[in-house]
């Protein structure tokens, strides 16, 4: 059967509103209208050549200065010096071999100028000349840098910038050599003429050679975070097709072409970029999930990622469906309300991450490491979460409807009366986690009953438990309750009960209003762990006021 491939939606140029925005734009053709782009490219060529000029002119003079001996040729050997050693430097990144070569020039230089007397004034103008020639080398030098990188942005393919840059600073350095030359006479031979020329051809051409090799050591304009960069796509996203301050949320991007736009939206809740090109050259900033980073655009786009080390980045509401990240470290990564229904994250570590509201429905999380990550209101429908460490997980409110659970390590972990475990598939679970390792199998010596694990875990609908570790001060338990009975008489709580499970203390409490515990459970937490320290640590320094109570 031959499915028809959708129409594409030509939107080059559009500056977008929130009324005309459509959910679908796959397939869109985004960036600037070829008369923009068109613009651009000319301007940044006329640029090039207008820069090469001046490297002309300054290059044929030195040139002939040096060829004819003229009265400051010098002055040209010591600015020739000074050029040669920074450009090395900044070349290799290494100071040694710049500074071996101003230091061999100089004493050269030295050399010849003790058969030349020079007063001071002279030495000083010979030095101010070779500051202001090799400091308006270098302002040259960072021009022709940013003018690649602004044609890397606007081209796709590399071998178009590097020939476009190529002929026009040749086309340049000897439109400007040949300007120098003009008010020459004709005593200057021809041999000098073309000296000159060659000089400032080789000079423009080793700056711009060593441009390119410094934008390719550097990343540049990929790199991020990097000043170079913004400043480039701002210039690349000129009157492009603007997203800037749009709700993306929902919207469809798959397959469009966004090289050249500005997508600077303010939320792309679940905005879906899988096989979208461009992004990478789009205008983008990090004011709702990390779009800068360009392992992040790799995985929105390709659904993977070589780099699998993101950890502490932000990925709220990011569409991930179907993903492969297998083996993802996303300790402290931010992936609230993140798609990622169909991903493969088997193996990956997601200590503390924030998972708040996410989609894992049938995601594949097998021997993940859940630490400390918050999971509530997760959607973990039909989700295989065997052997998963969920140590310390918050997981209230969250859906395990369908899911398989077997032999996760369910220490200390949060739930809550609306964590849903219906249908759950579980043989056992384990209640510790020791060296590395989930311990305390439960059941011991035999597997869950269909239905049992629910049963025995879900909460009631009042009820929230409380864990505490190690020695347990029943007296400050009681006091602290009796405190925020006054302190908090709107909670209604009560204490239902206390549960050893070997070094650990289960607190029941519940309240006489059932959506209390549900709606305040963060409350509820820290003003009962927060006063039960307080208290404990009160009676530990008053033993008298301990003696008094037990009276």
Same mark, same amino acid.
């Given at each position: 059967?031959?499915?028809k491939?959708?129409?594409?939606?030509?939107i080059?140029?559009k500056?977008?509103?929130?009324?005309?925005?459509s959910?679908d734009?796959?397939?869109?053709?985004?960036g600037?209208?070829?008369?923009?782009?068109?613009?651009?490219?000319?301007?940044?060529?006329?640029?090039?050549l207008?820069?090469?000029?001046?490297?002309?002119?300054?290059?044929?003079e030195?040139?002939?200065?040096?060829?004819?001996?003229?009265?400051d040729?010098?002055?040209?050997v010591?600015?020739?010096?000074?050029?040669?050693?920074?450009?090395?430097?900044?070349v290799t990144?290494?100071?040694?071999?710049?500074?071996?070569?101003?230091?061999?020039?100089?004493s050269?230089v030295?050399?010849?100028?003790?058969?030349?007397?020079?007063?001071?004034?002279?030495?000083?103008?010979?030095?101010?000349?070779?500051?202001?020639?090799?400091?308006?080398?270098v302002v040259?030098?960072?021009?022709i840098?940013?003018?690649?990188?602004?044609l890397?942005i606007?081209?796709?393919?590399?071998l178009?910038?590097?020939?476009?840059?190529?002929?026009?600073?040749?086309?340049?350095?000897i439109s400007?050599?040949?300007?120098?030359?003009l008010?020459?006479?004709?005593?200057?031979?021809?041999?000098?003429?073309?000296?000159?020329?060659?000089t400032?051809?080789?000079l423009?051409?080793?700056?711009?050679?060593s441009?390119?090799?410094?934008?390719?050591?550097q990343n540049?304009?990929w790199k991020?975070p990097?000043?170079w960069?913004n400043l480039?796509?701002?210039?690349?996203?000129?009157?492009?097709?603007?997203f800037?301050?749009?709700?993306?949320s929902?919207?469809?991007?798959?397959?469009?072409?966004?090289?050249?736009?500005?997508?600077?939206?303010?939320?792309?809740?679940?905005?879906?970029?899988?096989?979208?090109?461009?992004?990478e050259r789009?205008r983008?900033?990090?004011?709702?999930?990390?779009?800068?980073n360009?392992?992040?655009?790799?995985?929105?786009?390709?659904?993977?990622s070589?780099?699998?080390?993101f950890?502490?980045?932000? &990925?709220? =509401? *990011?569409?991930? @469906?179907g993903? #492969?990240? !297998?083996?993802?470290?996303?300790? $402290?990564t /931010? +992936? %609230?309300?993140?798609?990622l229904k169909?991903?493969?994250l088997?193996?990956?570590i997601?200590?503390?991450?924030? &998972?708040? =509201? *996410?989609?894992? @429905?049938?995601? #594949?999380l !097998?021997?993940?490491?859940?630490? $400390?990550? /918050? +999971? %509530?209101?997760?959607?973990?429908?039909k989700?295989?979460?065997?052997?998963?460490?969920?140590?310390?997980?918050?997981?209230a409110? *969250?859906?395990?409807?369908?899911? #398989?659970?077997?032999g996760?390590?369910?220490e200390d972990?949060s739930?809550?009366?609306?964590?849903c475990f219906?249908?759950?598939r579980?043989d056992?679970?384990?209640?510790?986690?020791?060296?590395?390792?989930?311990t305390?199998?439960?059941?011991?010596?035999?597997?869950f009953?269909?239905?049992?694990?629910?049963s025995?875990f879900?909460?009631?609908?009042?009820?929230l438990?409380?864990?505490?570790k190690g020695?347990?001060?029943?007296?400050?338990?009681?006091?602290?309750?009796?405190q925020?009975?006054?302190?908090?008489?709107?909670?209604?709580?009560?204490?239902?009960?206390?549960?050893?499970r070997?070094?650990?203390?289960?607190?029941?409490?519940t309240?006489e209003?059932?959506?209390t515990?549900?709606?305040?459970?963060?409350?509820?937490?820290?003003?009962?762990?927060?006063?039960?320290e307080?208290?404990?640590?009160?009676?530990?320094?008053?033993?008298?006021i301990?003696?008094?109570i037990?009276?």
């Amino acid at each position: 059967m031959n499915h028809k491939r959708p129409d594409k939606k030509e939107i080059q140029g559009k500056n977008l509103k929130q009324k005309d925005l459509s959910l679908d734009l796959e397939y869109s053709i985004c960036g600037q209208k070829l008369y923009t782009f068109i613009t651009l490219v000319f301007l940044s060529l006329t640029a090039c050549l207008a820069i090469s000029m001046i490297l002309g002119l300054l290059g044929a003079e030195m040139g002939l200065q040096l060829i004819l001996k003229r009265e400051d040729w010098l002055t040209s050997v010591l600015i020739y010096v000074v050029i040669s050693g920074w450009l090395l430097t900044a070349v290799t990144q290494n100071p040694i071999p710049g500074v071996s070569v101003v230091v061999i020039g100089l004493s050269a230089v030295t050399h010849w100028w003790k058969a030349v007397p020079l007063s001071l004034e002279q030495v000083l103008q010979i030095i101010i000349t070779t500051l202001v020639v090799w400091a308006t080398t270098v302002v040259i030098f960072h021009l022709i840098r940013f003018l690649i990188a602004s044609l890397d942005i606007l081209f796709e393919q590399p071998l178009i910038v590097r020939t476009l840059m190529t002929g026009s600073i040749f086309l340049g350095t000897i439109s400007g050599a040949i300007i120098s030359l003009l008010p020459e006479t004709t005593e200057v031979p021809l041999i000098a003429k073309i000296v000159g020329i060659l000089t400032s051809t080789g000079l423009g051409l080793a700056l711009m050679l060593s441009g390119c090799w410094i934008n390719h050591c550097q990343n540049v304009p990929w790199k991020h975070p990097d000043p170079w960069r913004n400043l480039v796509l701002r210039v690349g996203s000129w009157r492009g097709t603007s997203f800037h301050n749009l709700d993306l949320s929902g919207v469809s991007l798959k397959r469009a072409k966004l090289a050249n736009t500005n997508l600077q939206a303010k939320k792309f809740y679940r905005t879906c970029f899988q096989k979208a090109t461009g992004v990478e050259r789009a205008r983008v900033d990090s004011q709702y999930l990390d779009l800068e980073n360009l392992k992040v655009q790799k995985l929105l786009t390709n659904a993977s990622s070589q780099d699998q080390d993101f950890r502490g980045l932000n &990925l709220r =509401g *990011a569409y991930l @469906q179907g993903a #492969d990240m !297998r083996g993802f470290d996303l300790t $402290d990564t /931010n +992936l %609230t309300g993140a798609d990622l229904k169909g991903a493969d994250l088997r193996g990956s570590i997601l200590i503390c991450t924030q &998972l708040a =509201g *996410a989609d894992f @429905q049938g995601v #594949d999380l !097998r021997q993940n490491i859940l630490m $400390d990550a /918050n +999971l %509530t209101e997760a959607d973990l429908r039909k989700a295989d979460l065997r052997d998963c460490i969920l140590v310390r997980a918050q997981v209230a409110r *969250a859906n395990f409807s369908g899911a #398989d659970i077997t032999g996760i390590c369910m220490e200390d972990w949060s739930i809550s009366s609306q964590t849903c475990f219906t249908d759950v598939r579980c043989d056992y679970i384990y209640r510790r986690y020791q060296g590395q390792q989930p311990t305390n199998r439960y059941p011991v010596h035999r597997n869950f009953e269909p239905g049992e694990f629910a049963s025995q875990f879900q909460q009631p609908e009042n009820q929230l438990e409380l864990v505490f570790k190690g020695e347990f001060d029943y007296t400050a338990l009681s006091l602290t309750f009796d405190q925020l009975q006054t302190d908090k008489p709107d909670l209604n709580l009560k204490l239902q009960g206390i549960e050893q499970r070997d070094n650990l203390w289960i607190v029941k409490i519940t309240s006489e209003n059932p959506t209390t515990v549900e709606n305040r459970i963060k409350e509820i937490q820290d003003a009962v762990y927060q006063g039960y320290e307080v208290t404990t640590t009160r009676l530990e320094n008053n033993p008298l006021i301990r003696r008094i109570i037990s009276d």
